[in-house]
Each structure stands twice: as structure tokens, then as C-alpha cells.
């Protein structure tokens, strides 16, 4: 870091973690009758910058009586254990679970600059957590990072860099998830809603129009050079030889991520807790029966209470609406059409991206600021 001292984070900042409420204690959780809703922060909570809302809420009794803990607005948060080193920033006053550590700034620390930095050491971090139950690190470890510390106007200048290059992407990523919308939005307009069905389309089971699938365990056929993806509901977790899926396949999740159907354009090896879907093609596009699959709600054929989980003899009930294949094949070309765009957007994106990675080095190397 050349000119800049170096501090260990742990003497500038407060870092504690978080707790998480017995939910066998009815009180410490809304809607429960403990008091005042208090934000809880999970890791899937974390998806942006700032977190300005929580999925789930405690009550102050929580508070009063459990490990958690209300951290205040402008508090980084810095994950601990399971998704190491994800890095977000409080816009609310809330509580953490255990995997969060929350790290008070105090006021000779840029709040963004100290996010950035945390941001751009990501991979040594987790390269640390290797080897390490569930790459987990601990509070006394993140107390020992060594940190930059140059001047407030130096840090200032380089937030306002990084935070410049943030929102380009931001912007482009915005960008393409409109694309996702305009997608969703011509299907509505060509076929209504798949659930209703009040264009009053035939209606099929999915045991009538398509195949499921089981996935296989994979440790037998993975291969450093394998030729084919290993998918699971997560997405590729490595290569194979051989292939349980052809081309254009959808992915569902049998346990765990249910509800996050996405598409697979070449051939796979799907995992043996995703389920594969290939449809007919004399009677179901692929494209349309993807579609579907988003609108779909899984959740109401979850039976289990702990981990999220799916029947293929429930899936293959499954009523779908058949609008004639004529339609369906144009809307597939309108979907061709958009992904071509989508693809471009995204390729400038990743160079984006790259960018923003070699400008943070620089950044935080004083390169740019000497």
C-alpha cells in the first residue's frame, strides 16, 4: 500500500456479531407480542449495497433477552461464515444473524471507502476460510485485518471514484433485468396468466407434455475436462463426460431452491437434488414452458417444514395451459431476439466489471492518488 499506514481493523472500528432469537419463543418474533418490530438481517438480505428492508422481523424483547444485537444505520456488515466475505452497508438501525458481523465506523473512516476496501480483498479472504468449516472465519480474525488508513480527503476521492463505477454497473444490470421484465410482459400479453388461464387455452398435465428428469449424484462423473456442465438449482458446479439432459432443458431445485427455474442451452448432468425438464416439442416449447415455470408458485407443493422439497409425482400433476404451438414458437423468437440484447449487455457488463476491479487495486494501491 506504499505511503499509507496500515491499522488493524479491530483497533478503529467496533466489530460485533449478531444473534438470532430462539424461534421456539413466540415473543421474540413479529408477529409475536414481544414488543416492536425490530429489522433482522439474514444473509440473503444482503443482495445490494445498502439494506434499507428485511425479510424477517424480532421484537425488542429479543433484544432485551437474547445475543442480538440493534446495530445503527451506517454499520458495515461483513459476513462471517457460510457466504464468506459478502459486504454491505446498513441504511436502517437492525439486528444480525450470527453469520453478520457488524462493523461501526467511527468517524475518521469513510463508511464507503472502508466498504470498498473490504470488497476488493474478497478472494485473499476466501482463500483464508479454506480448509476452514464452512470457510468460516471468526470475529478475532476479522479484528486482525490490516486496513489503509490515508487521510479523510483521500479516502473521500477514492468513494467517489469507486462510487462512480458502481452505479455504471448498477445501471447496466438494471438494464438487463428490464429485459427480463419485457420478456415476462409479452407472455402475459400473448397467453394471459398461465395460472387463471383466461384466454381459456387447452390445459394439459405436465405428465402429458413433458419428461422429468432425477438427477444423479455427481462425484463419479465429474472431470477436470469434461465436456458437459454439472447443473444444480445453484447453477454449474463443474464438468462431466456424460449427461443425464439434453439441450434446452429447465432446471427445477427437488431440495432446497425450489422456485428458481432457469434454462440450460446445451446438454447436462443435472445433480441428484435438481430435477430436468424436457418438453415434448411436437406440443410444448421449451421457451414457453420456462415461462410458465416463473409464474408457477413450487412453494404450495413444499410438504416439508426444515429444508424446501419436491415430488416428481407432484410436478408431473401439474396443470399448463397449451396455447397452439404456432404461438408459442413466436413468442420463443421474441425470447431469441431479446437474448441476443441481453447478451450484448451483459459481455459490456463483464468488461465493466473488470474495470472496476482493476480500478479498485489502483485505487486502494495509492496509484491514483499520488
Known sequence: MGKWDMVRLGDVCEIKSGGTPSRAEGKYWIPGEGGAPVPWVKISDMKHKYVADTEENITTTALRETSAKLFPAGTILYTIFATLGRVAVLSIDAATNQAIAGIIVPRQINTDFLYYYLMSIEKQVLESGRGVAQNNINLSIL????????????????????????ALIEKR???IAKLDLLVKSRFVEMFGDPVRNPMGWEVKAWNDVLKIKNGKDHKKVSSQG???PIIGSGGCMGYANEYLCEANSIIIGRKGTIDKPFIVREKFWNVDTAFGLESYARILNFEYLLLFCKFFDFQK???TVTIPSLTKSDLLKIPIPLPPLKLQTQFADFVRAVDKSKAEMQAGLNKIELLYKSLMQKCFSGEMFK
Open 301 to 303: 407443493l413444499n410438504k
Open 226 to 228: 469434461g465436456k458437459y
Open 173 to 175: 444490470k438494471s438494464q
Open 143 to 166: 479484528r486482525e485485518f490490516q486496513i489503509p488508513l490515508p487521510l479523510l480527503p483521500t479516502q473521500q476521492k477514492i468513494a467517489d471514484v469507486l462510487n462512480r463505477a458502481s
